[in-house]
């Protein structure tokens, strides 16, 4: 148990719904992160979070809706997605977001396994 | 752009015995962050080791080591004593240093199915 849950585990939803992910964190952590793992490619990093404050935007589509409302809470907000946002959407949290000289430990969530049909 | 490539998508390895995992990088910076990842298959993913570029001495944690080639940039990753518990995806991960930024940058991933 690393301190990070995510919820629901597995979500199977048609391409017009609206579903929304959660993530929580027990660690009091100041920075959370949404990842997205699709087979055979890389983690790909899609928001950062900083004292609910957005920090980093990896150019995600808009029909992934991150919110932030207090350091231990992160949602992303799914509507209208395509059959290849299928993938394991992975929750992270740091203590805070890395200094120059000191990248701290994300602590990662057992993931959200998403299919859109 | 920096990237991570891990060019064998599954080892196995006999119980007791050592297994060597490849991870290459490309940057053009001098100043990064490696880190090695695993994930069981609980899906929780946990750092299990870490190296600071500008160190020349290779990081150790108990039973895992790396081999860090900063010139030929390659970033191994030695398992001693393999466990059961050990078989995993273990991922290879870059974070600039230069910049304030929390991007990592990940490769494929490494299957490590542990054999008793």
């Known amino acids: 148990e690393t301190g990070v849950t995510q919820t629901p585990r597995h979500l199977v939803m048609g391409m017009t719904n609206k579903k929304s992910l959660k993530c929580e964190q027990h660690?009091?952590?100041?920075?959370m992160y949404w990842y997205k793992q699709s087979a055979k490619k890389p983690l790909e990093l899609m928001f950062v979070?900083?004292?609910?404050?957005?920090?980093e935007n990896n150019s995600v589509p808009s029909r992934f809706s991150p919110e932030c409302p207090n350091s231990s809470h992160l949602f992303l907000h799914l509507h209208t997605l395509q059959p290849e946002d299928s993938a394991l959407y992975l929750c992270?949290?740091?203590?805070?977001?890395?200094?120059?000289?000191?990248?701290?430990?994300?602590?990662f969530g057992p993931g959200t396994r998403l299919t859109v049909t | 752009a920096q990237t991570v490539t891990q060019s064998q998508p599954e080892m196995s390895v006999q119980e007791a015995e050592t297994v060597t995992l490849s991870c290459t990088y490309d940057?053009?910076?001098?100043?990064?962050?490696l880190f090695w990842y695993k994930q069981p298959p609980s899906r929780q993913m946990i750092l299990v080791i870490r190296?600071?570029?500008?160190?020349?001495q290779n990081a150790t944690e108990n039973r895992f080591s790396v081999n860090f080639q900063k010139a030929a940039k390659s970033f191994s990753l030695k398992i001693s004593d393999s466990q059961l518990g050990d078989a995993a995806m273990y991922f290879c991960?870059?974070?600039?240093?230069?910049?304030?930024?929390?991007?990592?940058?990940f490769g494929t991933g490494t299957r490590l199915q542990v054999f008793p």
């Open positions: 992270a949290s740091s203590q805070d977001v890395s200094l120059l000289d000191r990248p701290y430990e994300q602590y």
């Open positions: 660690l009091g952590h100041n920075a």
């Open positions: 979070y900083s004292l609910e404050e957005r920090v």
């Open positions: 940057t053009s910076e001098s100043d990064y962050y």
């Open positions: 190296q600071e570029a500008y160190k020349q």
């Open positions: 991960a870059y974070r600039s240093a230069r910049y304030n930024t929390d991007k990592l940058i």
